[in-house]
């Protein structure tokens, strides 16, 4: 059985509709694809981030620990300073992957919920000396998040005097209400927004305080099925969709996530010789479909008679009026505007290469 946030009630009393994901239950909509995807577009989407896991690594050998074991440069962060991160294999493959918040005390890892469980196994099992200790913070957390042009504005009604965090993955405590939140500067669609992390109880007090007091900046609540939408055509890989253990980051575009200048970590190698080398067979790319159905991951991408690549993802964009992939394409065939002819069903669609974002 997926598992419930303490939302889940409320939300199903706003007419939310619900779907699994990452073992989870949330809401997929609570209105139509249409409004809510405009929401997110054109003002502020309040979404619900219990398919996020918090990890919290404490001791003072906690960032040079981190350090070693991921791709970004965690000893250079200061506290309310933070970073987007990869675990890989030895042989660069991705094995996670992380948004990293450094604190007074503590450095604190957001990563999918249904990979918290293999993320501790990982952290744990490199501990040997070091004074670190790795703490599940998941049932006591919660994680909601703004995103959309209005976002600050939506967050602002209720604490004017705060100054928000303006670079990517700043990060501070500010008071929302009768309420102290960890508020993160997050990319989670094309126009960015803000994560707000605080006790798990709180979560339903914050929902309600937050939809009421960004009610004139638009705000309002966004489902899974929106969202997805947004971050596709913002070009954000999610794992165990568009990269797992098969790919390295450069393929899934991931570079904001790699130090070029850090020294050793697992997989560096790997990295550093595809960075060299300066190119990788095959990299995550956009698709703009000729139809309005959507095709389906694993779906085979093929031009001039051989197989190119696969869908990873696809939805239907309304802004774009037609259906939208993710997939991996061959060198020879991901120059933007090449066609290639995408497999689906036992029908074949085409589709134009695009990169990120989508126009």
């Not at 991921?70 to 991705?94: E, F, H, K, W």
């Not at 405590?173 to 669609?189: E, K, P, W």
């Not at 165990?240 to 997989?267: F, W």
Request: aromatic fraction near 6%; proline fraction near 4%; glycine fraction near 10%.
């Amino acid at each position: 059985m997926p598992k419930r946030s303490s939302l889940f009630d409320t939300q199903r009393d706003s007419g939310a509709d619900f779907v699994e994901f990452r073992g989870r239950e949330v809401p997929e909509r609570f209105t139509s694809l249409e409004k809510e995807y405009r929401v997110l577009g054109e003002k502020a989407g309040l979404l619900d981030l219990s398919v996020q896991a918090v990890v919290e690594l404490r001791g003072r050998d906690r960032s040079r620990f981190l350090h070693g074991m991921v791709t970004n440069d965690i000893r250079s962060l200061s506290p309310g300073q933070g970073c987007y991160a990869l675990m890989l294999t030895p042989q660069g493959r991705i094995l996670t992957d992380m948004r990293v918040l450094c604190l007074e005390e503590s450095l604190m890892l957001m990563v999918d919920a249904d990979l918290v469980e293999k993320d501790l196994a990982l952290l744990r099992k490199y501990i040997i000396a070091d004074q670190v200790e790795v703490v599940d913070r998941s049932n006591d957390l919660a994680v909601l998040s703004l995103q959309g042009p209005k976002a600050a504005a939506a967050i602002g009604n209720l604490c004017p005097e705060t100054s928000l965090p303006g670079s990517p993955f700043e990060h501070r405590l500010i008071r929302v209400g009768n309420l102290s939140a960890l508020c993160a500067r997050m990319r989670r669609t094309a126009s960015e927004g803000y994560d707000l992390i605080v006790s798990g109880g709180q979560s339903v007090e914050l929902w309600n305080l937050l939809l009421q007091a960004g009610e004139p900046a638009g705000l309002q609540p966004v489902g899974l099925e929106a969202w997805n939408v947004h971050r596709m055509e913002a070009g954000i890989a999610w794992y165990g969709i568009d990269m797992d253990e098969a790919r390295i980051p450069l393929e899934a575009g991931l570079e904001e996530a790699i130090s070029y200048s850090k020294g050793c970590y697992v997989g560096q190698e790997v990295v550093a010789r595809a960075t060299y080398r300066g190119q990788v067979n095959r990299k995550l790319m956009g698709l703009l479909l000729s139809s309005g159905r959507p095709a389906r991951g694993g779906d085979r991408l093929y031009r001039n008679g051989r197989e190119v690549g696969w869908v990873t993802d696809s939805a239907y964009s309304p802004r774009l009026r037609r259906a939208i992939a993710l997939a991996y394409v061959r060198k020879e065939s991901w120059d933007p505007g090449t066609t290639v002819g995408v497999e689906s069903g036992g029908g074949r669609t085409d589709a134009e290469v695009t990169p990120f974002p989508f126009d």
